[in-house]
């Protein structure tokens, strides 16, 4: 690869955008350092004019990140190579949509992303903030976030610096990244959602320094958690989907250090979004609530530490570069911040109602707490152990897929227990002959999938428990939801009245979806490989493959060979694409016939030069689908929640009295 000389200094005359982007960035870290002093003013003093400036200083912030970010992505657009993030991630014959991805397909870019969309949201929360004490120090924090992040990027991680040598051609993109138009969706996914968990952060500090540790905060923030966890479920999903359309390897979760890195900060949030619950209708687990939403969002700076220092190593990850002592700093001004502000706040931390039954809608809520918990521990002791075994023995080792799953399913099955379980327990307590009562069903429906099952073939222990679990769950909700329309007397007033409940009950829906398409999809995928000769027909386990040819193609930003392979009467079209970045590396573009109950998956692993062969991997994978329908159901159903619940319908009573339903 060429170096590029570059200049340290802003130069409207070598490269206007890039000199625009870097003057508007120091603009914006102008008015983020007023903004913080503004804020802190405004709540120290009880002063509304502070608070007012600090709240028109937000504006500010987020109108020049824009401002650099449209500065960006017209150099990229206009092949500007003045500018030095443009001449080491574009180049003239990308695509379009490369270029725009190209935006956050490196280190720079990406952290500029992150500061655009953390102005956004905090442009979005100025906008609605009630004008009570918790709204100066909300704004603070939002401030004091976006001080790291726009500091970064206008000093040690800019994108703009002007190069002294202009080159005539780009280095181009990362080529893994430009491999499928996933990745124009799933980095901008994962990060409203890393984003997102910076508001109810916001709140929980605000509500710490401010001694306002009702449930107040609990309320407001509930929504922008769950639009924040909306976002983190799709973007985890659609990173497995990328992974199953471009690696070849029939997989969409491997328990990559990155991968782990966006799972722990989904498990954080999942628990908060239930413990809250117990908060709100039981006065219970305030100081485990401000803590889960601290290590939620420390763990999304983690997450982008682990990606941006270059100490793991992952398909995902970007470079080392110089980033990854700040963001170690931020974390622990993060960690430090949060245990100072709790001890502080520790006498109204207190739990002002009885400590949770164990047989219990909030014992049940509390013990997949303490599940998602340990599962969250877990999974960064597996990703942070090789790092910590290198850094003390300077030997590379390395923790697989087995010890995750070791962990992993019986944890898995027991929050699928808890998640039927919950629902159908009182608050406060359950007598042994109600709880019996409200299990009959579901229990009926799930033993009696359960031996179904195993009548079909099924000998996995694990996936008869999914499976006898799902059934339970399933049974559960749906009688619960059929007995509350029972009582309203229509089923769609009691989904109007109670979105939010119902919301939740659709969202387990989908989880359970989705787990069957892991368990199946885990347990039973087969694969074979084979060298296929043109126009002989060959058996690979139990289907018909022909190969009828191969095509290459010549493209302007590398080089494209595609197998033609007849696969039971249809044809399917793997290829291997080359990119002029690494000639030499073929990236593999899997064909897939997707079915509802299962995929049959083909990738080419070899071509012979003259076309007369190609080898083949064949995978048949039951019920992936599964996972990428349920996901959506999971969004549905939260989505569902955010709506604002009609009122109850009126109805008379004896003596022409107005009761609501």
Do not use: C
């Amino acid at each position: 690869m060429p170096e590029f000389s570059t200049l340290n200094l802003i130069s409207f005359g070598t490269s206007p955008l890039g000199a625009l982007g870097q003057v508007s960035m120091l603009l914006a870290l102008a008015f983020t350092l007023a903004g913080l002093w503004l804020a802190g003013l405004g709540g120290l003093r009880s002063d509304p004019r502070a608070t007012e400036a600090a709240r028109r200083s937000v504006w500010a912030v987020f109108g020049f990140v824009s401002l650099a970010i449209l500065a960006l992505l017209s150099a990229l657009l206009r092949d500007d190579f003045t500018v030095r993030y443009v001449a080491e991630h574009s180049m003239t014959t990308s695509p379009t949509w490369v270029k725009v991805t190209s935006l956050w397909g490196a280190l720079e870019g990406s952290i500029l992303l992150w500061a655009w969309l953390l102005s956004g949201y905090a442009f979005i929360l100025s906008l609605t903030l009630r004008r009570d004490a918790l709204r100066p120090w909300a704004l603070a924090a939002m401030f004091f976030s976006l001080l790291f992040f726009v500091g970064v990027v206008a000093s040690i991680a800019s994108p703009f610096t002007p190069l002294s040598q202009i080159p005539a051609q780009g280095q181009g993109p990362n080529p893994a990244l430009q491999n499928h138009w996933m990745m124009a969706v799933h980095p901008v996914l994962l990060y409203l959602g890393f984003v997102g968990l910076s508001v109810p952060f916001a709140y929980a500090v605000a509500a710490l320094i401010t001694g306002r540790l009702s449930d107040h905060w609990l309320s407001v923030t509930r929504r922008w958690t769950l639009v924040a966890w909306m976002f983190l479920t799709a973007a985890i999903v659609a990173g497995g989907w990328w992974s199953y359309e471009t690696l070849g390897w029939g997989g969409y979760w491997a328990w990559d250090p990155v991968e782990n890195a966006s799972f722990i900060p989904w498990l954080l949030t999942t628990a908060f979004l239930h413990s809250i619950q117990i908060q709100e209708k039981r006065h219970l687990l305030r100081s485990w609530n401000i803590w889960l939403i601290v290590l939620a969002y420390a763990s999304t700076v983690l997450g982008t530490f682990l990606n941006r220092s270059g100490i793991v190593q992952s398909v995902h990850a970007f470079a080392g570069g110089p980033v990854g002592p700040v963001f170690l700093g931020f974390l622990a001004a993060l960690l430090i911040g949060g245990m100072f502000l709790t001890a502080w706040r520790t006498p109204k931390l207190r739990d002002l109602g009885e400590s949770p039954a164990l047989v219990s809608r909030e014992g049940a809520f509390l013990a997949g707490n303490w599940l998602f918990l340990v599962f969250s521990v877990v999974v960064l002791l597996g990703t942070l152990f090789p790092v910590i075994v290198e850094a003390v023995t300077g030997r590379k080792n390395s923790i697989g897929a087995p010890f995750f799953d070791t962990f992993a399913v019986p944890l898995g099955l027991g929050l699928m227990l808890l998640m039927g379980v919950g629902p159908l327990l009182p608050w406060r307590r359950a007598d042994g002959e109600s709880l019996l009562r409200a299990l009959r069903i579901p229990g009926g429906a799930g033993l009696l999938a359960g031996v179904v099952a195993f009548a079909l073939g099924i000998r996995s222990v694990a996936v008869l428990l999914v499976v006898a679990l799902a059934a339970y769950n399933v049974a559960g909700l749906a009688s619960l939801t059929f007995r509350a329309a029972r009582q309203r007397g229509s089923l769609g007033a009691t989904l109007r009245e109670q979105p939010r409940r119902y919301g939740a009950y659709l969202a387990h829906i989908g989880l359970v979806v989705l787990a069957l398409g892991v368990a199946f999809s885990g347990a039973y995928k087969r694969s074979d490989e084979i060298t296929l000769y043109i126009g002989k027909d060959q058996q690979v386990m139990g289907q018909t493959l022909r190969l009828e040819g191969t095509t290459p193609s010549k493209l302007a930003y590398g080089t494209s060979l595609t197998a033609r392979v007849r696969v039971d009467g249809q044809t399917l079209t793997p290829r291997n694409n080359a990119y002029v970045q690494d000639p030499g590396t073929p990236y593999p573009t899997p064909a897939v016939r997707y079915s509802v109950l299962g995929d049959t998956y083909l990738t080419a692993t070899a071509f012979d030069q003259k076309g007369q062969w190609v080898s083949v991997r064949l995978i048949q994978s039951p019920l992936v689908s599964w996972i990428w329908v349920g996901t959506l159901i999971i969004v549905l159903g939260a989505g569902i929640t955010l709506v604002v619940p009609a009122r109850p319908a009126l109805r008379r009573v004896a003596g022409g009295a107005v009761a609501a339903d």
